[in-house]
């Protein structure tokens, strides 16, 4: 991780990850990480011949998150070691499995025994469009150059955001930049209670470059889908309220279906003045008495659900006071329906997949007789089959579902070729013919039946 041109910085505090605000933090330097209990939420992962950076993420220190790029194809599930701080007094530990993300460069790195670390909470919600411009604290195990050789520290610079996409954001190429060793690298902001991370570091051109970072926001689903306990902005916070769907209790680390009406009700503590809800939405509720009131999400993502008071004031003004807020993560009804586009390869595209609340995709092509001919965990597979009659099934899992669809295509006279995942597709051919698409219930269907 490097500064601006310059190789070598002043010395300073270590900063915590938890604790320090960075108005107190200083100039954006470079800081020699690891001479006190520091920044503890990140390990060195040293996976096959490269090294790189991770954020510790579940409560029970079993899991890490890290780049994809990071694993080179085809290592071994247990080839990967988490390392902590060189000087901290904790053993590191090897990877049990890991998992990539199916669509951004993200891996989670299950581990085979737990990290006497503390986790770093992930924002939920907090990285939008006016991110832009705001000052980031990146944290890694880079080079300070390129070459420099002295990676293996774990280090953080202040860089600044200077662009911000539903899935990304990139972050200036000065004061700080990433470099060899940061893959994975953590961007942190403070929130008033402590640091949280928002951006998993995607890209390293040790200054020759902006550097692109991975939403962590967008990650959350996805990560509660293998089973991580997060930590989250408010999961500290004692929820003040009750809400439910569907007659279940909702927590807070719960993801939901969008169109799933949801039901919540205030404690019966006396209020000081006159309840409503704030949905996290821009819409409000009526004044509440106590009783239940239901809100319905349109569309797709993060909501923070607060309980509020407008309270009055002596002089005639009134002064308004809410809970923390509570993040609800909305997702669309699992759809696994898809379209077979034929040109020298089948190409399945799929419909209806929402990618920050997928979890993973299956697909099988059976021939005639039903036996397996090919199979991938891709969402846009491309399927390179002679002519014939086949059988394509597409499963879908969610993190409020599973839907499974599959359609059967016949595939005349031809040759076929390879198109090395170029997403260009052509007219179909005459002698393709596509017909009869099955759908089987979805457990989300099955649920409301």
Known sequence: ???????????????????????????????????????????????????????????????????????????????????????????????????????????????????????????????????????????????????????????????????????????????????????????????????????????THCGAAPDTFVRTDRLVAWLRGQGVALRTTYDDAVMPFSCEVDGRAVAVTDALATGEPISCTPPTAPAAGERFWRWGDGSESEAIDGAESTHTYATTGDYGLQLCERVPRDNGTVRHRCSPQVWLTLCPTPDASFIVDVGDDIIAIPTGDDPACHVRSSWLVLDRNGVERRSSELIQPHFELQHGTYEIVHRVETTVGTDEVSQTVQIGEGGCSTLSGRAVFGVLPLWVLIWGTRRRRSAHDEQEN
């Open 1 to 203: 991780m490097r500064t601006g041109l310059v190789a070598l910085c002043a010395l300073a505090a270590p900063v915590s990850a938890s604790a320090v605000e960075p108005e107190q933090a200083g100039p954006s330097s470079i800081v020699d990480g690891g001479q006190s209990d520091a920044l503890r939420e990140f390990v060195a992962i040293d996976a096959g011949d490269r090294t790189c950076t991770g954020s510790l993420v579940s409560i029970d220190g079993l899991f890490v998150l890290t780049a994809s790029s990071c694993i080179p194809d085809g290592l071994a599930q247990d080839g990967i070691t988490a390392r902590p701080n060189p000087d901290l007094d904790v053993a590191g530990a090897r990877s049990l499995s890991y998992q990539r993300h199916h669509t951004v460069d993200a891996a989670l790195v299950r581990l085979d025994a737990p990290l006497d670390l503390p986790s770093i909470p992930l924002a939920s919600g907090l990285v939008n469009n006016g991110f832009v411009n705001r000052a980031v604290q990146v944290v890694g195990f880079g080079e300070t150059a390129p070459g420099a050789g002295d990676g293996g520290e774990l280090r953080w610079a202040w860089a600044t955001v200077v662009g911000s996409e539903w899935y990304e954001f990139t972050t200036s190429e000065f004061p700080g930049a990433l470099c060899e060793g940061d893959l994975g690298a953590a961007a942190l902001v403070f929130d008033g209670f402590g640091f949280l991370q928002v951006g998993l570091g995607a890209s």
